[in-house]
Every structure is written in C-alpha cells, then in structure tokens.
C-alpha cells in the first residue's frame, strides 16, 4: 500500500536558523513527488515536481531533493514568512496523489 | 488566470442536516478533484472527474455523498445527511490533464462544522 510519512510533525526555528523537512514514502513506480505550502486558512500551493532519484529544484530560500526513499526540503535562512505547513504527496502511473500528514513550520523573528 | 474558486468558505450545520459545496476549476482545465482534509491530516481524494465523467470515487462514502459535473466545469459536492466525523476542510483542485506528474491547483477550501 503506498504510503507517505513526514517529519517532524512540527518544526520551530529562529529567524535564519537553516533546517530541513523528510518525507520518506513506499510506492511502487513513483512518477512523482510533489511539494505543496498550506497558509492557515488556505488551500495547498505548489512548490516542486520532483521525477527520479538524484533530481533537486530550488526556489528562493527552498530547495527539495530526492532518493529512492525519500524526500528533503532544505530551508536556508528562514524567514517569519516561511511559516506554514508544508505538505508532501506522491504519485505512481495511473493512480491518486497520497499526501503526508504534513509539517507545521514557524519560524520565530 | 483565475484560480480554482470554491464557495461557500464557511458553513455550520448540524447533524442529519444536509450541504452542498461548488467549485469552479481553473478555465481549460479537464481534470477535477474533491479532497477531505481533516485537521491536523494531509488532503484524502475522494472523488475524480475527467470532464465530465468520474475516473475513481474509491474512496466517497456513497451512502451520503454524491457529487456531479456538469458540462465538463463546475462541480458539486453534496452530504445528506451529514455526521459529526463529516467536519472537515473540502478542498477542490483541478489540473489540465489527468497524467501522472500532472501539477493539481487547489482553491481556498471550504470549512465544514457540524454540530
């Protein structure tokens, strides 16, 4: 059964204090592994694809990456604004996206 | 571009009791997804429509939910009657195609409460 898991279920940093999110998965022929941003109140926003094992994309102060495991997204120099909850799922041909439970990120000024 | 648009944001009703929601998907959009996200959980799909045809419903309670999509563009999501575990955020998403990396573009939500 495919399954996601992240960690930890909730994060506090201080303002600039770099981190990261895990995303570990099971899933038999992953196409896809997506990050989204969830705002309190709001509906999930896209961050990132990622398609295979080794794969990384970057936008301002976040960077994801992948293994046949698992995924990271990387927050350098955090700022207040980065508080969220940050949601991953992951995809495999012809069936639905399976979402983690998600991390509740606050970053403190 | 619009976004996916969603109304109401925000309804209480007690149980037994029954709600609709609507959702507006990105314009050219063929692919229509309802999630239930329950509180402190990631989204769970509960139904998918490709236009105006449903591509998995494995997961919607069909005893007393239904949903429909008409024309191949807005949707409906109904309960009757709801129950007090029906509490939840009903997140609509939609996406151009139905492919397997195909990025889904959610609306704000609407918040559930039933009393």
């Known amino acids: 059964e495919d399954q996601v898991t992240q960690s930890p279920e909730a994060l506090r940093l201080q303002e600039g204090e770099s981190s990261s999110l895990n995303c570990s998965y099971t899933v038999s022929g992953l196409r896809g592994l997506f990050w989204y941003r969830q705002d309190p109140g709001k509906g999930p926003e896209f961050l990132f694809t990622?398609?295979?094992a080794g794969e990384e994309k970057e936008k301002e102060r976040l960077k994801a990456t992948l293994t046949k495991k698992e995924s990271f997204l990387h927050i350098t120099a955090p700022k207040p604004e980065d508080s969220a909850t940050y949601l991953c799922a992951v995809k495999r041909q012809g069936g639905k996206l399976i979402f983690g439970q998600g991390t509740e990120l606050s970053v403190k000024p | 571009e619009a976004g996916v648009a969603q109304s109401p944001r925000y309804k209480i009703i007690e149980k037994r009791q029954s709600v609709a929601f609507w959702c507006n998907p990105i314009?050219?959009?063929?692919?229509l997804y309802w999630y239930q996200q329950i509180l402190g959980q990631g989204p769970k799909l509960l139904i998918q429509f490709q236009n105006n045809g449903v591509v998995d419903d494995s997961q919607l309670p069909k005893d007393r939910f239904s949903a429909e999509r008409l024309k191949g563009v807005d949707s409906t999501l109904k309960i009757q009657p709801a129950k007090l575990e029906d509490s939840a955020v009903y997140l609509c998403?939609?996406?151009?195609?139905?492919?397997?990396?195909?990025?889904?573009?959610f609306g704000p939500g609407t918040r559930l409460t039933v009393l």
């Open positions: 998403a939609s996406s151009l195609v139905a492919t397997s990396t195909d990025t889904q573009y």
């Open positions: 314009s050219g959009h063929a692919t």
């Open positions: 990622l398609y295979s």
